[in-house]
């Protein structure tokens, strides 16, 4: 254990050896192991690691042969690898399947999911071949307030869990100003966010980012809950007339269907 593991106030070290465990018998030469080749090997007292041990035997993450006398990893252990697997290839076919929506419509596309109950963070995004190039990046976390991608996702979360968010990022009274174009009354960012769900889309013009006008849809599960949320970002410096934007939102919303019917198996 390091001097800084041991110094992280949320450290249990309970469940690091039973991680610790774990980890020791996926090991081809102590797949079989007993409580005191366990107990030695890990630096755990005998007692401590014995009931360790049963709590895992438990919840069959690990099985105990009564007449070796060894424990070895348990099959509950399998599903949740393969439950592991589903997701990121959960993960990989909406990622991959921007490219398709980027062909289409010839303009920045971004996949985000959420990351914290306040932020979405973006997990790809895919640019047409162009001059002008926006600065986000997969893995840059932002705001369920902010932004067309952001109040798509947060619009189809139940009214107890919007009140919480936007009561999270109030000061004053007021929703955080990111430009000028911010909707800071937490009554108006309601009212919006009511008539993304009626519509199932969301639009913005640099309410969040200075100079991106955002179009997205959110994607769901077999459940009907939001998952993700899929967008097109287009530069405001560029005249995009009404039937330009018409032609976004109803290419989005085809392909955000599209994607919601390829992940639907994994949920």
């Known amino acids: 254990m390091s001097e800084l593991e041991k110094k992280n106030s949320n450290f ?10 774990l980890e020791f018998l996926t090991k ?10 366990l107990s030695s090997a890990l630096g755990i007292s005998k007692s401590t690691c014995l009931r360790i041990l049963k709590t895992l035997e438990l919840k069959d993450y690990v099985h105990f042969d009564p007449i070796s006398k060894r424990y070895k990893l348990g099959s509950y252990l399998i599903f949740l690898g393969l439950r592991s697997k589903e997701m990121n290839d959960f993960m990989n076919t909406s990622i991959s399947y921007l490219s398709t929506i980027c ?42 307030i902010g932004g067309a991608v952001g109040k798509c996702y947060l619009a189809h979360l139940p009214d107890s869990e919007i009140t919480k968010i936007i009561s999270a990022f109030m000061v004053d009274g007021h929703l955080p100003r990111y430009t ?19 519509e199932g889309i969301a639009e ?9 006008h955002a179009i997205a849809c959110p994607i769901f ?4 809950e939001v998952v993700l949320s899929v967008g097109i ?3 405001s410096t560029f005249s995009n007339s009404l039937s330009d934007i018409t032609y976004y939102k109803d290419a ?16």
Request: proline letters at 5%.
């Open 12 to 21: 249990i070290p309970s469940v690091y050896s039973a991680l610790n465990i």
């Open 221 to 224: 599960n077999g459940k009907g």
């Open 252 to 267: 989005l919303r085809k392909h955000a269907h599209n994607l919601e019917s390829l992940i639907s198996r994994y949920f």
């Open 204 to 212: 913005t013009n640099s309410e969040h980012t200075q100079g991106i």
């Open 103 to 144: 062909e289409e419509v010839n303009q920045t596309v971004v996949l985000a999911k959420p990351n914290d109950d306040l932020h979405l963070v973006y997990i790809a995004k895919e640019e047409p071949d162009q001059q002008i190039r926006l600065t986000i990046s997969p893995g840059e976390t932002f705001p369920v």
């Open 28 to 37: 081809e030469k102590y797949k079989k192991s007993t409580l005191t080749e």
């Open 233 to 235: 970002f287009l530069h």
């Open 180 to 198: 000028e174009n911010t909707i800071t009354d937490p009554e108006k960012f309601k009212e919006e966010l009511r008539t993304i769900r009626h």
